[in-house]
């Protein structure tokens, strides 16, 4: 078994795959590890790049898109790591970083998934920190009610204002751009449930993490950059609704909250 295997689903974003891939080799890793890219049926001559630019790295063609969850479970089913690294094409890697999110799991034997602090190419850090979301979260960041003194309270709560972004330690569910997840772990969890295209996937994954006794870090210690785009947030307001990226945020919301009616959270220490 190879220490590391990294996981990067591409749909119509080959410059930024290539870019990426360069970034992790430029990273000087310092153990064994395999690249695996799956290409969402994007038709953008993806896989034709890696064959030619990156022989080593194995490229998958999808012949439909099926959204991120089966694109990431392709690339999972076809690993051999120790350690997943789920990676978006947008994150930049630097030299050090990955190690010492491994590092991090490996002192830490309760942890199935760490998380790095995520920056914008200013500096600026992201929200990639989460509590989990209640029925009402997603109605106060897509309408006026989120105007409200009380609903910003709660998107305070809900974005983990009160943590600081600085201390390693155990959150509801991090952003899935970037998670580095044990095999021993996910063996015993199972894939991302594909019953959500996109969004909401990353809330699941960890919260089933969580119910099985497992906990999910943010470590700060470790930061990479995130070219981050967010496609559901373009248009304000309920104007939104009328953008494809918002109806499948909301699709996914709604999935989620039916998944788990009744269903009480499991214990993450978050108060």
Not at 79 to 85: I, P, V
Not at 159 to 180: E, S, Y
Not at 237 to 253: D, N, P
Request: some cysteine.
């Amino acid at each position: 078994m190879i220490d590391l295997s990294i996981i990067i689903v591409n749909y119509r974003s080959k410059g930024l795959v290539k870019t990426c891939i360069r970034g992790v080799q430029k990273s000087n890793l310092k153990m064994s590890y395999e690249v695996i890219v799956v290409d969402n049926a994007s038709n953008d001559g993806c896989i034709k790049m890696l064959n030619e630019e990156f022989p080593s790295v194995r490229g998958i063609q999808a012949s439909e898109n099926r959204g991120l969850a089966a694109g990431n479970n392709i690339g999972l089913r076809e690993s051999t790591g120790k350690y997943l690294l789920i990676i978006n094409p947008d994150i930049a890697v630097f030299e050090g970083m990955i190690e010492k999110l491994i590092a991090y799991i490996e002192s830490h034997p309760q942890v199935a998934v760490a998380g790095p602090k995520l920056v914008n190419p200013d500096g600026t850090v992201q929200f990639s920190i989460y509590r989990f979301p209640t029925p009402i979260t997603p109605l106060y960041r897509r309408t006026p009610l989120g105007h409200n003194s009380w609903a910003k309270r709660a998107l305070r709560r809900y974005l983990m204002f009160d943590k600081q972004r600085d201390i390693n330690g155990p959150v509801d569910w991090i952003l899935g751009a970037c998670m580095l997840v044990s095999r021993t772990a996910y063996e015993k969890i199972g894939e991302m449930d594909e019953r959500f295209f996109l969004y909401f996937e990353d809330v699941d994954w960890c919260r089933r993490f969580w119910a099985a006794g497992y906990e999910v870090h943010y470590v700060p210690d470790a930061e990479l950059i995130h070219y981050h785009r967010r496609l559901s947030a373009e248009s304000p307001g309920l104007s939104g609704i009328f953008t494809k990226a918002t109806r499948i945020h909301i699709q996914s919301w709604m999935r989620y909250f039916k998944k788990y009616f009744r269903i009480p959270l499991p214990p993450t220490g978050q108060s």
